[in-house]
């Protein structure tokens, strides 16, 4: 068996706590056995390295690879893409670990380690794990020089902070980098596996059949207004609208007589304008001036879905966004990433929506044979009020009046989901609420349909943006009427109102956070300091993660003017140089011997001074004989340099702290005063 | 083929080296002696770098492109101070170690830090020699003996001192090649002969040299005299109650030989060399005084380690120029 | 101290006009070093050693060296006593206080060595038995600097054990005037009145110990040592073991001068006898007068 390399011992702890680290965010994600394999692995090897264990032979070897395979294959299907790739990249990782036998595989780990750190973020982006990277990329720094330097006598912190010192010097450069190079395209496609789970909206709902509203405080969406923040109420998120009703379930349609083109419009793609895009884009100055007009910045969680979130009569400036017939944005594709786009919102605007036949048919469809209580009713009470508007009210003034409930965990609905909802169980929540409405509007012939979205957000007064939680889902009606078009309507507001002007806080009492959150209310600095996170979170996202060639190209137009690859090259270049500049500088100035003291220094002053006045003393004077010397050749200032000589010889070799730096000084003072010594001449070459 | 190529290359580039390096004792490692390259992990550093770059492009991901230009920057500020743990290194030639011909020699090389800096894992050798690991803290001073083999008799010039190091992260090497005039001596092999090829002996105290192979010799006991050193004493006489005695052999340090080049007529100088080198270790283990005389030079009769070491020295230098 | 200072001019009284060599030979055995005086015969070496002798009433043997002295003369022996049947160590000279070894370059390299590694390490060593030398322990050995035929010049090594080497020379006109005058002092010089007693000399030599020696003064020393090997003047620079032989004498040297701390001029004082027989000038420079460059080459306050 080869002899096992020894990684000198004040190298080793950094080689372990660099792998250990940089492995470990994959762990938490990873399936159970990179999970044991792992902490195996490390413990393996520091039993090695203690003589403990012998080195595993080839054979174990070999078995251990093959079982990595296998459990990739086993958890993820295949051996190939970012998920299993990783899984199998963190797990042969750690097994290099154990084999590691020469200095060279020493190497080859702690550079494949920065490789598996880079992956850590395909998972996470946030800046407390960029800081984690950051300080797994110190720990692994810092055992290159531990391998480097076998001497036993070196220190291990000494590594550590050259690593942090290097480190420190080449972040300006990365920034540089970072900012100068140029964003290029994806060379070709990669697309994560679609198992991960999707979050948030969904592009059905039937509120029958759920029993229970799971709500998450994960981040869906941020908001970064420009001016005026829209009051809680007015905080309808609008995601997608749902015109379908089966009876149960309600779902996304599109009526069939409308074509895709007609049916979304990308103000960048080459086909012609839909006449409703016309119709809104031409209204939109009329509609500023009758309502208000938000402008704001949205950042987009990756939802791996392909409709985005806004205020009413949304209009986005990214070509990749298209505004749909139901006045909502989608993307062309998915979103994977994290993505942020800018809207304006005109509110006002929806009344200039004209309706089609199509969209009048689809939004007054219903099944027949379901809920005949409820539809008997609707028919009665819409002609008792002769106008949809009144009959609207009249209905939410019931939902109010009555003895509905607002809550989360509502019962098990049979086929008659409304008739069981509005006259028997009458618990629910907002999706009950909504079905429930949209269904008695239409079977009083009131076109009206279902929008799922978010409704809030908690402002962030730090850097005055809204947070919107998965827990601000919420499902609300939008009824047609003449002269005002589609107006939105939450009946849910009309049993719960506080659910819509405080948010959905109180209806969380199941949530365990929900404690923790009334902790947070009750110390209003923690609650400052989570504020101050997220403003930091939205900053990273705004010009860390969303730094792409757009921004990269207005930000360079800004400073370079005209942007050419000559022109980043030459930038790239002078900046570069400006940056190492003083690195180098710090590296390379060769420092001899220490530093002078300020007896030194009084003594230097002192012979130049006596210089000065024409006297020729040489380097290699000790303090008595340049007093000799110079009384010699001065013989007016040999009593103050004779008390000149014997304080500096007693304070600089006596060891007598006692005599103090300023009577020396005086003394040189007082020499300034006498006479020159020869009339101050000298010998002068020439 | 190959070698074709490479023979007039490897010339130009030792001609090129000595122009911009010329030999000297006491060198600094300046900018001009410093070369630095990656080495092979560097180079797999980089393209762990550059796959990242990829990987962040293709995803999007501009963190793993942050890393993958920290790592980039890490390894240009590498080149900073690997080049800085070399430079500014004061480099002298020392003292010489002699070994014989065809066995090895050593070298001594002084490397002085007199800057404010220390210079870690340093590794010095001459061409085909092993490698020695030093670490100079500031300051200090430290000696290397690197050892060489002696192919051959006389001034032997080690080539070029190589100096390397690759602290602190190992991602490149920063080496220079110093002609540091460091020439190291061998002595000529020891070869032995029968017939010692000394003259005359002393003419005062008549000792002959037909004497010596035996003079080791028991010769008989002598009362003791003081001073006599106590391994001589008989101590077996004494103790059977016949006084004190020293075993007296023949005395070693009465007079002086003359080994000589001229008493091996007809054979050739090399092996002249090789016998006169054996007799010097010889007479020296024997304590026998010994002068050297080969033409045009000739060592004074004396003993002990200086005596040894300057004939031996001779025998070395016979027919290279002085230096 | 006054007594150092009364002995001095007792020493001054038999080797006349040297006062400076008998200051620094005096420094020298107050500095616990050996000393070495390179002279032609007859300049006065061993009237100096006898005084020395003498003044600090230290006990005293002379060996006069020659090329058939075996180490045993030196050293000593160990013999077996018939009557007690055990060994017992018939002492050599070298059991001495102050022992003058003349002309130590006329015996063999071994016999020299066996006396350095005494001097060296203060003991000796007899078949495994270790015997410490007496306290004080000085040696002054001489040395005649012409090569003459069957001498053993001692080894640059074996040179670095003597902590001071220094040279009388002529005497000036005047000295030699009074010399004539005075006739033989040789006499005079084993007849001195003894200044300091063997626990006074013990003193004093503690004393220098204690003398203080500051940071800047040990920068300076420091630089003198540095630039003795970086110069490129000598073949090998100054040892560690040499730095310290010159703090040692240079405190014995402030000591003498009444001081309890050591200047500048100490050190420039003792630096040539302590380091010239260190020093091996580079092919074509000039044995003498090279440490004297090196004071010449280091500031004093850099």
């Not at chain 2, 100088?269 to 016998?275: A, K, Y």
């Amino acid at each position: 068996m080869a002899r096992v390399y020894q990684v000198p011992h004040h190298a080793f702890g950094w080689l372990v706590a660099g792998t250990f680290m940089a492995a470990l965010p994959h762990l938490i994600h990873g399936p159970l056995w990179l999970r044991i394999l792992l902490p195996a692995t490390v413990l393996g090897r520091i039993l090695i390295q203690r003589g403990r264990l012998p080195m595993p032979g080839r054979v174990l070897r070999v078995i251990l690879l093959g079982g990595v395979l296998l459990g990739t294959l086993y958890t993820h299907g295949t051996v190939l893409g970012p998920d299993a790739g990783t899984c199998l990249l963190v797990a042969a990782f750690a097994l290099k670990l154990l084999e590691m036998v020469r200095l060279r595989d020493a190497y080859v780990l702690l550079v494949l380690g920065y490789f598996v750190l880079a992956t850590t973020f395909l998972f996470y982006q946030g800046p407390i794990a960029s800081l984690y990277v950051l300080l797994s990329m110190l720990c692994l720094t810092a055992a290159l020089p531990g391998i480097n330097h076998p001497e036993a006598g070196a220190r291990a912190w000494r590594h550590f902070r050259l690593a942090l010192v290097m480190l420190l010097q080449a972040v300006p450069l990365m920034l540089l980098l970072f900012v100068l190079v140029p964003r290029i395209s994806p060379l070709w496609s990669l697309e994560f596996s679609q198992e991960r789970s999707r979050t948030g909206m969904s592009d059905s709902m039937a509120p029958g059949e759920v029993s229970h509203l799971s709500q998450s405080r994960e981040l869906a969406f941020r908001v970064e207004f420009e001016g005026a923040v829209p009051p809680p109420a007015a905080r309808y998120w609008r995601g997608l609208t749902y015109a379908w009703f089966d009876g149960r379930r309600w779902s996304q349609a599109r009526p069939q007589e409308i074509s895709q083109a007609d049916y979304v419009w990308f103000p960048a793609s080459p086909q012609p304008r839909p006449d409703w895009a016309a119709t809104l884009v031409a209204a939109r100055d009329e509609a500023a001036a009758r309502g208000p007009v938000y402008r704001y910045r949205v950042v987009q969680e990756p939802s791996r879905r392909n409709w985005l979130y806004a205020l009413a009569v949304p209009f986005a400036d990214d070509t990749r966004l298209g505004l749909v017939r139901d006045l909502r944005l989608v993307s062309r594709e998915e979103l994977n990433q994290r993505r942020d786009y800018r809207v304006t919102s005109y509110p006002a605007l929806r009344s200039s929506m004209p309706m089609s036949p199509a969209d009048e048919a689809i939004s007054l469809q219903l099944p027949e044979g379901f809920n005949p209580r409820a539809r008997e009713m609707a028919r009665r009470w819409y002609r008792e009020a002769g106008s949809a508007e009144a009959y609207a009210n009249r209905l939410l003034r019931w939902f109010r009046e009555e003895s509905f409930y607002y809550t989360l965990e509502p019962p098990l609905l049979g086929e008659h989901t409304v008739d069981e909802f509005l006259f028997g169980s009458r618990r629910g929540f907002c999706e009950h609420y909504a079905s429930a409405f949209a269904f008695m509007m239409r079977a009083a012939g009131v076109p009206a349909r279902i929008v799922a979205g978010y409704q809030g957000g908690e402002l962030n007064p730090v850097g005055n943006h809204l947070r919107v939680h998965q827990y601000h889902a919420h499902a609300w009606t939008e009824i047609w009427l003449p002269g005002s078009g589609w107006v939105e309507v939450d009946p849910t507001a009309a049993v719960a109102p506080s659910r819509i002007e405080m948010g959905p806080e109180a209806a969380l009492q199941d949530d365990p956070l929900a404690d923790f959150q009334g902790i947070m209310r009750d110390l209003p600095w923690l609650q400052q300091l989570s504020n101050r996170f997220d403003y930091v979170q939205f900053i990273w996202q705004k010009w860390v993660l969303d730094y792409d060639e757009s921004s990269q190209l207005s930000l360079l137009q800004r400073w370079l003017g005209d942007v050419s690859p000559a022109r980043i090259g030459m930038a790239l270049a002078a900046g570069a140089a400006v940056l190492l500049m003083p690195v180098a500088l710090w590296v390379l100035l060769r420092r001899r011997g220490p530093g002078r003291t300020p007896m030194q220094r009084e003594y230097r002053a002192m012979l130049k001074q006596l210089r000065g006045r024409g006297l020729v003393l040489s380097d290699d004077l000790p303090p008595r004989r340049l007093v000799r010397e110079a009384g010699g050749q001065w013989p007016a200032a040999r009593p103050v340099l004779k008390k000149w000589g014997r304080a500096f010889e007693e304070s600089v070799y006596g060891g007598q702290a006692g005599t103090s730096l300023r009577a020396l000084r005086r003394y040189r003072r007082q020499l300034r005063w006498l006479r020159g010594a020869r009339g101050g001449q000298h010998v002068s070459p020439g | 083929m190959l070698a074709a190529v490479r023979a007039p290359l490897q010339r130009r580039y030792r001609q090129w080296l000595a122009r911009r390096m010329p030999a000297s004792r006491q060198q600094r490692l300046t900018q001009q002696r410093i070369f630095i390259l990656p080495t092979r992990y560097g180079l797999f550093f980089l393209l762990i770098a550059a796959l990242l770059f990829l990987g962040g492009i293709n995803y999007e991901n501009n963190l793993i492109m942050a890393l993958s230009f920290l790592m980039t920057s890490l390894f240009m500020i590498a080149i900073l101070h690997t080049f800085r743990n070399l430079a500014g290194l004061l480099v002298r030639a020392g003292q010489l170690e002699p070994g014989h011909a065809g066995a090895e020699g050593a070298l001594e090389i002084l490397l002085h830090a007199d800057d404010r800096h220390p210079h870690l894992s340093l590794w010095l050798r001459w061409p085909g020699g092993p490698v020695e690991e030093v670490s100079v803290l500031p300051g200090e001073e430290k000696s290397v003996w690197l050892r060489l083999p002696l192919k051959r008799r006389g001034r032997v010039h080690p080539g070029r001192l190589h100096i390397e190091s690759r602290y602190p992260l190992g991602l490149l090497r920063a080496w220079s090649q110093l002609d540091m005039a460091h020439p190291a001596l061998a002595w000529p092999r020891a070869a032995p002969s029968e017939f010692c090829p000394a003259s005359g002996g002393d003419a005062e105290q008549g000792l002959q040299h037909t004497r010596l192979a035996g003079s080791d010799d028991f010769q008989g006991l002598r009362s003791y005299q003081p001073g006599d050193p106590p391994r001589m004493v008989d101590w077996k006489a004494y103790a059977r109650g016949r006084g004190l005695h020293s075993k007296y052999f023949a005395d070693p340090a009465e007079g002086w030989l003359w080994l000589d080049w001229a008493m091996m007529p007809g054979v050739d100088p090399e092996t002249r060399l090789s016998r006169l080198t054996w007799w010097v270790l010889q007479l020296e283990q024997k304590n026998q005084r010994y002068g050297l005389r080969l033409p045009g030079a000739e060592l004074p009769p004396g003993l002990g380690p200086e005596q040894q070491r300057q004939a031996l020295d001779l025998l070395a230098l016979y027919g290279e120029e002085v230096a | 101290m006054e007594k150092v200072q009364r002995a001095l001019a007792r020493v001054g009284k038999v080797v006349l006009g040297k006062n400076e060599q008998i200051r620094l030979a005096v420094a020298c055995l107050l500095a616990r070093g050996h000393l070495l005086i390179e002279d032609l015969p007859g300049m006065g070496k061993t009237t100096l050693a006898h005084a020395l002798a003498r003044i600090f009433s230290l006990d005293y043997q002379r060996v006069q060296f020659t090329s058939d002295m075996l180490p045993a003369d030196i050293l000593g022996v160990s013999l077996f006593n018939a009557d007690t049947r055990e060994f017992v160590l018939r002492k050599g000279p070298v059991f001495t206080q102050l022992l003058l070894a003349d002309e130590i370059n006329r015996a063999t390299p071994k016999t020299q060595s066996a006396l350095l590694e005494a001097m060296e390490e203060r003991q000796v060593t007899l078949d495994g038995d270790t015997y410490p030398l007496p306290l004080p322990f000085f040696v002054v050995a001489t040395q005649n600097p012409v090569e003459q035929g069957g001498t053993f010049p001692l080894p640059e090594s074996q040179l670095d054990r003597f902590l001071m080497r220094i040279s009388l020379g002529y005497p000036s006109p005047e000295a030699e005037l009074a010399l004539l005058a005075a006739g033989d002092l040789r006499a005079e010089a084993l007849d001195l009145t003894p200044a300091l007693t063997v626990d006074e000399l013990q003193q004093v030599m503690q004393a220098v110990e204690q003398v203080h020696a500051s940071t800047d003064l040990l920068g300076y020393l420091q630089r003198l040592l540095e630039h003795s090997r970086s110069s490129g003047l000598f073949q090998a620079g100054l040892s560690p073991r040499a730095g310290l032989g010159m703090l040692r004498a240079a405190r014995a040297w402030a000591l003498l001068g009444g001081r309890n701390y050591v200047i500048p001029e100490d050190i420039q004082a003792v630096l040539v006898p302590v380091c010239e027989h260190r020093l091996q000038p580079v092919a074509g420079g000039a044995a003498r007068g090279a440490a004297g460059r090196l004071l010449e080459a280091v500031p004093v306050v850099p």
